[in-house]
């Protein structure tokens, strides 16, 4: 019987143990999000959980994401987005003198020295006489 020599054995031993450790899977675990978005003209019995109340002229509107329901005979019922509301997209930066009727939904009030600031997606509103003006994040 012939003899195997020891450097062809370790030679052996460690390509086994490379190839049986590239066959190893690790276990990888993924987060998914979900963002349930809702057509104009559906109808449900009951409001979504999380939503805010929003009035515009005397209309009250009820806000779940970037949806807004209004109360009708047969429930509540997505309508289009009023006139004069921002849209804001994660990631969408407007200059400073930019001004709209309405704060875009999901927005935060801070308190700076005195004044009420809103901040959504990184923007910075005041109130003033046109609505919302967008301004340099306070220090």
């Not at 006139?83 to 939904?105: D, E, F, W």
């Not at 700076?112 to 959504?120: A, E, I």
């Amino acid at each position: 019987m012939k003899k195997t020599s020891p450097l062809v054995l370790t030679v052996a031993a460690v390509a086994a143990v490379a190839l049986l450790s590239a066959c190893a899977t690790d276990k990888v675990t993924r987060s998914t999000t979900t963002k349930t978005t809702y057509k104009t003209g559906y109808t449900t019995n009951s409001l979504p959980s999380g939503y805010t109340t929003y009035t515009d002229s005397g209309n009250d509107y009820y806000v779940v994401g970037e949806s807004y329901f209004r109360r009708t005979p047969s429930g509540y019922t997505v309508v289009e987005t009023p006139a004069g509301v921002v849209r804001s997209t994660p990631g969408t930066t407007y200059s400073p003198g930019y001004v709209t009727r309405t704060l875009p939904a999901g927005y935060t009030t801070r308190s700076y020295s005195g004044s009420d600031y809103y901040l959504v997606n990184g923007n910075y509103y005041r109130r003033d006489k046109r609505g919302y003006v967008v301004v340099e994040a306070p220090m």
